[in-house]
């Protein structure tokens, strides 16, 4: 029950979506939550295929309200892209990511991957690169260990920017990851342009392949492309031993999902990684 915590989200989406004013309100709420300490960083595990470790995290955002309760970044991240406090959340999850990364050297853990989610809006901030050099720095990392993970909307805006800071932030070690590939405006040539090292497939298509034919051939479809252009896959959103075993035969390279953990608090995974996962 320790490591329930990924389920005990509250919706309000409803509830916020009533009316404009309530946006308003969440988003001047949202301004306080950074400030006031609401604001969380959980991890979920990358378990390389047949369970033969942790290849790292994903660091999902969680806010802790004190009267709503446990607010899903679904509802607070659109909202935190509208009102561009994206930016500076963005980069308190980078500096958190940082510091849990540097914690996880000390206690031995000098593989683990740390990846941080990066909003198509935190390109915006044309002194991202600047601002992200400095916060690396400062927390003085293992640089190699942080992969950001963007979703082709971050490349429509501006596709040269977009460019030019990938390739900033790769000449200092970083790693890219290409979020819920196939969902969006998917365009084959970020794969061939872009310094992406690992492509992940949406929860969409894997929560399918076990009654839908057309999600297995999209998914053999995107591993195959990926391995032939010599980029890792991740699946994500597994939950069951046959998605497990369809994604395992299709030499898949990493799972992630409720089959081996949910998202969970700092203390809890460094729990995970002592038990049976233990790299
Ligand atoms: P995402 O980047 O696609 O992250 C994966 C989502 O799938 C997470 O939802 C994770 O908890 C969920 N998930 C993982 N395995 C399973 C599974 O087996 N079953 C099911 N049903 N779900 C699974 P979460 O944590 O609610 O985050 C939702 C989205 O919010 C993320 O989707 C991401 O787009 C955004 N997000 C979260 N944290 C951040 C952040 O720090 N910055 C930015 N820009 N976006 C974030
Ligand atoms: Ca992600
Ligand atoms: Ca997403
Ligand atoms: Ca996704």
């Not at 942080?146 to 040269?160: F, G, I, N, R």
Request: net charge negative; hydrophobic share 40%; charged share 25%.
């Amino acid at each position: 029950a320790k490591r329930d915590t990924g389920t005990s989200h509250r919706y309000f989406s409803s509830h916020f979506a009533q009316a404009g004013g309530r946006q308003l309100q969440l988003e001047a709420e949202l301004r306080d939550a950074l400030r006031k300490g609401e604001l969380e960083l959980h991890f979920q595990p990358r378990v390389l295929i047949n369970g033969r470790g942790v290849a790292g995290v994903e660091c999902l955002l969680r806010w802790n309200h004190p009267v709503r309760g446990r607010v899903a970044p679904d509802e607070f991240i659109p909202a935190a892209e509208r009102s561009g406090l994206i930016v500076p959340i963005g980069y308190w999850v980078i500096e958190q990511a940082c510091m849990r990364l540097r914690e996880a050297a000390v206690l031995g853990y000098s593989e683990l991957v740390f990846a941080v989610n990066l909003s198509f809006r935190q390109f915006h901030d044309r002194r991202m690169t600047d601002t992200m050099f400095r916060i690396i720095y400062n927390a003085n990392i293992d640089t190699r260990l942080l992969e950001l993970e963007l979703t082709e909307s971050a490349m429509m805006h501006d596709p040269d920017y977009a460019q030019r800071c990938l390739r900033e932030l790769h000449s200092l070690g970083l790693s890219f990851a290409l979020d819920d590939f196939g969902t969006g405006f998917s365009s084959l040539s970020h794969l061939q342009n872009l310094p992406i090292s690992l492509v992940k497939i949406d929860k969409s298509f894997v929560q399918r392949v076990e009654s839908d034919e057309d999600a297995q051939h999209i998914v053999s479809a995107i591993i195959s492309l990926s391995h032939s252009l010599r980029k890792k896959v991740v699946a994500e959103g597994v939950e069951t031993a046959g998605q497990l075993a369809f994604l395992s035969a299709l030499k898949c390279d990493q799972i992630q999902g409720y089959y081996y953990a949910r998202p969970m608090p700092w203390a809890d995974l460094l729990d995970y990684l002592e038990g049976p996962h233990r790299i």
